[in-house]
Nanobody, 118 residues
């Protein structure tokens, strides 16, 4: 069974940075495409960024140029470097293995909370 453990969230001022980590177990990982999602209060979960097994990346329009997704296959870990954070980036962040670059395929982990506020 695949398990997803996110970490690295916290409270940060606007313009600040955070680096999220997602450890994935129960899967080969190196052959998986991985996505980061977020859910703001009262809103649906949305896809933020994806990285393929080959290292190709895609980003949502709201985060392009500010966020960077990466992976370390040896550690079975995906990362999300978030710079120039804005209050609208506030929410719970989750990772998941994805199919077709957008569709999450496993039960969600506990997520990690990011709050951007002065």
């Amino acid at each position: 069974q695949v398990q997803l453990v996110e970490s690295g969230g916290g409270l940060v001022q606007p313009g600040g940075s955070l680096r999220l980590s997602c450890v994935v177990s129960g899967t080969i990982f190196a052959i998986d495409d991985v996505g980061w999602f977020r859910q703001a209060p009262g809103k649906q979960r949305e896809l933020v960024a994806t990285i393929t097994s080959a290292g190709l990346t895609t980003y949502g329009d709201a985060v392009k140029g500010r966020f960077t997704i990466s992976r370390d296959n040896a550690k079975k870990t995906a990362y999300l470097q978030m710079n120039s954070l804005k209050p609208e980036d506030t929410g719970a962040y989750y990772c998941n293995v994805v199919r077709g670059l957008t569709v999450p395929v496993n039960p969600w982990g506990q997520g990690t909370q990011v709050t951007v506020s002065s």
